[in-house]
């Protein structure tokens, strides 16, 4: 798939920098406005049959404007100059009817990017719907090779493109634009009566870096079919408990919430006080590094125009520092991180880990305990850290898996498990913004059906 946007660069700057001048000739005191496009294939399949086969392309403009401590916000899907026009003339009067807001506004001019980087982004796939189809096909081969029990609930094959440029009236006037490309499966496996789901993708910026299709479709059905052999957990326990990497992400996750914007500025998270203060355990570090090459969440400026920068979240389990928008920062009075559109490329480490501390290794350390593989409902309370989720996964003994379970609930605190996190794997894995190995933490409260 080749470069086939509507407008270039050139054209979207043209576009925005118009938008910007009728924003001024329209009494807006400043304005920004993001121009965005993507388009992209995808083919869906289940059981050898195409089940749906789409080619989608977008346009969008939003554009905001302020007059004084007023805000208002508009979009359109039409670039043509009448509809432009009317857009900025609807922003500014809903600017003129919104409450006043003494933090609303532009970020400051000395934190705008200057001089954005090179990210390697930009790899487009020339696949069609005939390959396409082809590789799902290679996907669902793959899941059939898991074991005859095991059939394909759907594969996914999407190659998708996407370009923007952001301009405001402080004279900030960058684009970029990146390419992203999925293989997905989804495994069905059935035994006397019994039936698992489980789901296995690749997901880069380069097609050439993505698992091949049948090792997608083959992990989805070997998962699927590892969870057939359920047992019961009775009763209650304290005991070990072991997040596989996907799994271990959620917990990345409730640190972002609880460390990002409206939480804090509306003291509704249990880290709002604790900058500077041990949050984990004192071999863990949290670090964010936006340019990393090829990265998932790579990015050389956040929605406010604002350059991120390499730094550490948690240092040595210190909670050092947070993800503000421009926004979030006036609202508590500290400096905008670049994190308008989230984290970039943020990943756990701890200090203990080895070489060889694969899955396996981890497993050994676990020894007897719980063995987390997918969610199944719950989450935190971020206001207090309070936290309980139900699951399925596996109960092992000795290092070795023993037997499947489901409908499993763990409990504890999100603050005292971060302190109890006693070892991380390098089994590490990657899903969008957020990078971790599995992660074992002692002594939590588990509960059976």
């Not at 406010?304 to 421009?326: T, Y």
């Not at 092992?396 to 499993?408: I, M, Q, R, S, T």
Request: charged letters at 20%; proline letters at 3%.
């Amino acid at each position: 798939m080749t470069d086939t946007f509507a407008y270039s660069q050139p054209q979207l700057a043209a576009l925005a920098s118009s938008v910007i001048s009728l924003a001024r000739d329209e009494g807006a005191t400043d304005a920004q406005v993001d121009f965005s496009q993507s388009n992209g294939l995808l083919i869906e399949m289940r059981q050898g049959r195409v089940r749906s086969r789409t080619r989608d392309a977008q346009s969008s403009m939003s554009l905001t404007v302020y007059r004084g401590d007023h805000q208002g916000t508009a979009r359109s899907t039409d670039f043509s100059p009448a509809r432009l026009r009317e857009t900025v003339q609807a922003a500014c009067r809903i600017a003129s009817y919104t409450g006043e807001d003494q933090f609303t506004g532009l970020a400051a001019v000395e934190f705008l990017c200057q001089a954005p980087q090179e990210l390697d982004l930009w790899h487009p796939w020339d696949v069609d719907e005939a390959r396409a189809i082809h590789l799902a096909q290679r996907i669902e081969t793959g899941m059939n090779q898991a074991g005859s029990n095991v059939e394909s609930d759907g594969a996914w094959v999407r190659s998708g493109q996407s370009s923007w440029f952001l301009m405001n009236s402080r004279g900030f006037a960058q684009g970029d634009r990146q390419t992203e490309h999925l293989l997905s499966a989804k495994a069905l496996a059935t035994k006397d009566g019994r039936s698992q789901l489980a789901f296995w993708s690749s997901h880069s910026h380069r097609a050439t870096s993505l698992m091949t299709p049948e090792t997608i479709g083959l992990q989805a059905g070997s998962r699927a079919l590892a969870a057939l052999d359920i047992a019961p957990l009775n009763g209650g326990r304290r005991c070990p408990v072991l997040f596989d990497p996907g799994c271990a992400l959620t917990l990345l996750e409730h640190l972002v919430q609880a460390t990002s914007g409206a939480a804090l500025y509306h003291r509704n998270s249990f880290l709002a006080d604790q900058l500077g203060q041990r949050v984990f355990s004192s071999h863990i570090s949290i670090e964010e590094d936006p340019f990393v090459p090829q990265g998932l969440a790579s990015r050389s400026f956040d929605g406010d125009g604002i350059a991120g920068s390499v730094r550490r979240i948690v240092d040595q389990g210190n909670l050092a520092a947070f993800f503000l928008s421009a926004y979030a920062a006036r609202r508590l009075g500290m400096v905008p991180t670049g994190s308008g559109w989230g984290p970039g490329n943020l990943s756990l480490h701890s200090s203990q880990t080895k070489a060889g501390d694969d899955f396996a290794a981890m497993l050994k350390k676990l020894d007897t305990g719980l063995l987390v593989t997918r969610f199944t409902g719950g989450g935190a309370r971020l206001i207090n850290g309070d936290y309980s989720r139900s699951l399925q996964g596996f109960w092992v003994e000795n290092g070795k898996l023993c037997h499947a379970v489901d409908g499993v609930t763990i409990a504890g605190n999100l603050k005292q498990m971060f302190n109890q996190i006693v070892a991380v794997g390098a089994d590490r894995f990657t899903q969008g913004a957020l990078t971790s190995g599995s992660v074992l933490i002692d002594n939590l409260q588990v509960a059976g059906r």
